[in-house]
C-alpha cells in the first residue's frame, strides 16, 4: 500500500511490513477471509477469464487466490510490502508462479502493460495530499487499458478518519469520480460494511469506472 511520503518507499515498506510482523494475515484490520465484494463486482462486470486482471496493494489479500479457482488466467499483484508478498506467495503454495508479483511502491511505478481490470481495496484513501492522488492517476491512466475498469473500495464519507496509524480520505462516488476527472465514467457504487478481526466496523464504498477512450 501507498501512505504518507511518496518520496521515501523506504518508509512505507517498513510501516506495512510492521504491520503483518505484528498482526499476521488473519490480524490486520483489512483482512477478509473471502473478498466478497470484490468477486461480486468483478462477476457483475461479466470480466473474461482471460483479461488482464491487477490487484493495487494486493498484499496478503485472498482475491488473487479467489480468481484463480475461478478460472482467472492473467493476474497481477503489486504490493510495496515485500512481507504481504511472500506470504501470499505461501498461500497459494504451487500456484504462486501462475501470477505475476510486482514488489514495488505504487507511486514510484511504471507500469510496462496494461490491464483490462484495476482492482483497488483501501489503497487509494490512503493518499491524503492532492499531489499523491495524482499521481495515482497518472499511473493509472499509464496501467488502464482504453475502454478498461477501475474498482475502488475506500472508505466511506462516514468511515474512520485513520487506518493503521495513518490518515485517511473518505469518499462517495461523486467525491471520487472528482479527482479520476471526466476521463472515467461511474458504472456502479456500492456500500461495504466491513468488519475487522477486532470487531470495528468500517464503512466502504465501493465504485467502478469505465475509461473512456479518446475521440
Not at 102 to 111: A, F, Q, R
Not at 160 to 184: E, I, K, M, N, W
Request: proline share 6%; with cysteine; aromatic share 10%.
Amino acid at each position: 500500500m501507498a501512505t504518507e511520503n511518496p518520496d521515501d518507499n523506504t518508509t512505507r515498506e517498513k510501516h506495512w511490513n510492521s504491520a503483518y510482523e505484528n498482526k499476521g494475515t488473519t490480524g490486520v484490520s483489512w483482512y477478509q477471509s473471502t473478498p466478497t465484494m470484490s468477486l461480486a463486482i468483478i462477476e457483475w462486470l461479466m470480466v473474461p477469464r482471460d483479461a488482464g486482471t491487477i490487484d493495487i496493494g494486493g498484499g496478503a489479500s485472498l482475491l488473487a487466490a479467489s480468481l484463480l479457482d475461478g478460472g482467472f488466467a492473467d493476474l497481477t499483484v503489486i504490493d510495496v510490502s515485500d512481507r504481504a508478498l511472500e506470504l501470499s506467495r505461501e498461500h497459494l503454495g504451487a500456484h504462486a508462479g501462475e501470477v505475476t508479483w510486482v514488489h514495488e511502491d505504487l507511486l514510484s511505478w511504471t507500469p510496462s502493460r496494461t490491464y483490462d481490470v484495476w482492482h483497488d481495496r483501501a489503497v487509494f484513501h490512503f493518499l491524503v495530499d492532492p499531489a499523491d492522488q495524482q499521481r495515482y492517476v497518472k499511473i493509472l491512466f499509464a496501467g488502464l487499458a482504453p475502454d478498461g475498469t477501475a474498482i475502488f473500495g475506500t472508505f466511506a464519507p462516514d468511515g474512520p478518519p485513520q487506518c493503521s496509524g495513518l490518515p485517511v480520505a473518505r469518499y462517495d462516488a461523486a467525491t471520487l469520480g472528482a479527482v479520476l476527472g471526466s476521463s472515467f465514467v461511474l458504472l456502479d457504487e456500492r456500500r461495504e460494511e466491513h468488519h475487522t478481526p477486532t470487531g470495528a466496523m468500517q464503512p466502504f464504498t465501493w465504485t467502478t469506472f469505465r475509461r473512456q477512450q479518446a475521440p
